[in-house]
């Protein structure tokens, strides 16, 4: 049975300046599942992924035409509460960024903007994402350290808790294993394929095999057009068009790859 | 490697050395000249004592007055400069685009400030002071200060919150924060070191300068006691003392020089090791 999409995006063109870098992309991403977004190097895949949650507002001179639509609504519609919007998005970044301040305030930092004051509740909150990443046990005694302290993949499961404790309903990742190690980046895999169940999870990747044993879904990207979606294994296994053919077969990224899996 | 590269190598390398003796002596060099000129003059009743009257004639009396003057003018006129310079980093750094032409624009024109000389800040000021009927007092030098030190500090700040990655604020921007909260809980606690070395600077720059308080602060022997009133200054009292033509008070003038020296000395050491409980959390 198709899972209803969460998001849908309608004929989505997006321009930086006078430079379009999306091209009319319209696609469904379904409900809790994992959709990969594929494609070579700056052809706007990070792009479509802030733009669900209108993180490239953050850009200057952005114009965006067509729709998005989260849950049924269209997130560029005036009026729209964007900061209840990224509430609802996770996003996970390319680096870790922790910010400046300890473990505990970097997982209650979220949960505090939000309203929640009382100090029992934010521990337990803590505690639980940080459980819900697999870092409390690395860090349980030492939750007041500055968060720069840990490792780059602890680092980076400490952003994962630090975005689910403000209870989203989607997690959006830009490549988010691609400064970890090899160990680091395994865990954060295993860790998707746990949380799909609660979560809709959205990444961009360039590392095709990680696609392959993740994601249920691909979105192949070229150039700010969108080439072919699907279920993954159709995708990745017998794509249609010769693009993605080429691509998938390693035609124009074979030195990108071999970089980033190095 | 081959000859040439190796003789060039020696050759900026022995520039590099040569530049940073030539800063290193001539901050050296004034530092002994106020010690050898000021120490014998330096005592504990020319700090703990205010000047009784004549001392510029070689009269008993200290320089109290001026050493509480500058610290409180100082520590006033940054504290209004602060108040003015955070808004405005923050509204330029946090609120406007990263290439907004506004934003240009007050750089631009913070720079220009910050290259115009005090005693036009003093000209200036003085000026208003006429218009309004406003005496040399505490106040007015306070402002006048504030405004000096405006554009060094705004501007130091500036470089400092340019610095920070962009995708800081974009991790709490994700978590939904409001551009303000952003603003407090992220950029300030990293930006933090920075902002107090901008602090420092501007403080220093302030308490150390004589032009823009000469008509604004004027002067006086007695302890500061009303903001209406006029207000004695360290470098106003150094100038004064190193004008008369007595020999013993111009060696009184090379120790308020050195008073000034330790006391700047002290707050910023002073500073630097406070800074360092803040800074913990930063990331580098």
Known sequence: ?262 | MTRGRRLEELFFKGLMIAATAVVLGALVLILATICWKGLPALSWSMVSQTPKGGSMLGAEGGILNAIIGSLLLGLCATGVALLLSLPLVFYLNIYLRKRSRFALLVRFLLDVLWGIPSIVYGAFAFTVMVVWHVPASFLAGTLTIALLVVPIMARSMDEVLRMIPFELGEASYTLGSTRLETAMKVVFRQALPGILAAVLTAFGRGIGDAAAVLFTAGFTDSLPYSILKPVATLPLAIFFQLGTPFPEVQARGYASALVLTILLLAISAGSRLLTGRFTKHVIR
């Not at chain 1, 379009?20 to 992309?25: E, G, N």
């Not at chain 1, 792009?47 to 669900?52: A, C, E, G």
């Not at chain 1, 850009?59 to 269209?74: C, K």
Request: glycine share 6%; hydrophobic share 35%; aromatic share 6%.
């Open chain 1, 1 to 262: 049975m198709e899972p209803r999409p969460h998001i849908s995006v309608q004929n989505l063109s997006l321009w930086y300046g006078s430079h379009q870098v999306l091209k009319d992309i319209s696609l469904d991403i379904p409900d809790k599942r994992i959709t990969a977004i594929i494609g070579p190097s700056g052809c706007g895949k990070t792009t479509l992924l802030k733009s669900f949650n209108r993180l490239i507002d953050l850009q200057d001179e952005v114009r965006v035409s067509g729709q998005i639509l989260v849950d049924g609504e269209d997130i560029y519609a005036p009026g729209v509460d964007v900061m209840a919007l990224r509430k609802k998005m996770g996003l996970l970044s390319q680096r870790p960024q922790v910010l400046p301040m300890s473990i505990y305030d970097n997982v209650a930092y979220g949960p505090r903007l939000h309203g929640t004051r009382d100090k029992k509740k934010l521990d337990e909150i803590v505690e639980h994402y940080l459980r819900e990443a697999s870092l409390w046990k690395e860090v349980k005694d030492r939750l007041h350290a500055p968060g720069t302290r840990l490792s780059i993949g602890q680092q980076q499961r400490l952003c994962l808790a630090r975005g689910l404790a403000v209870e989203p309903e989607v997690i959006l990742g830009d490549e988010p294993t691609s400064a970890l190690d090899p160990v680091s980046a395994v865990r954060i895999e295993k860790k998707f394929l746990e949380l799909k169940s609660q979560y809709t999870i959205v990444f961009v990747t360039h590392i095709l095999r990680q696609a392959k044993r993740i994601a249920d879904y691909v979105v192949f990207v070229y150039y700010g057009q969108l080439i072919e979606h699907g279920p993954a294994e159709e995708v990745l296994n017998n794509p249609k068009d010769p693009k993605t053919q080429a691509y998938i077969s390693g035609q124009f990224i074979e030195d990108e790859e071999e970089a980033e899996e190095a």
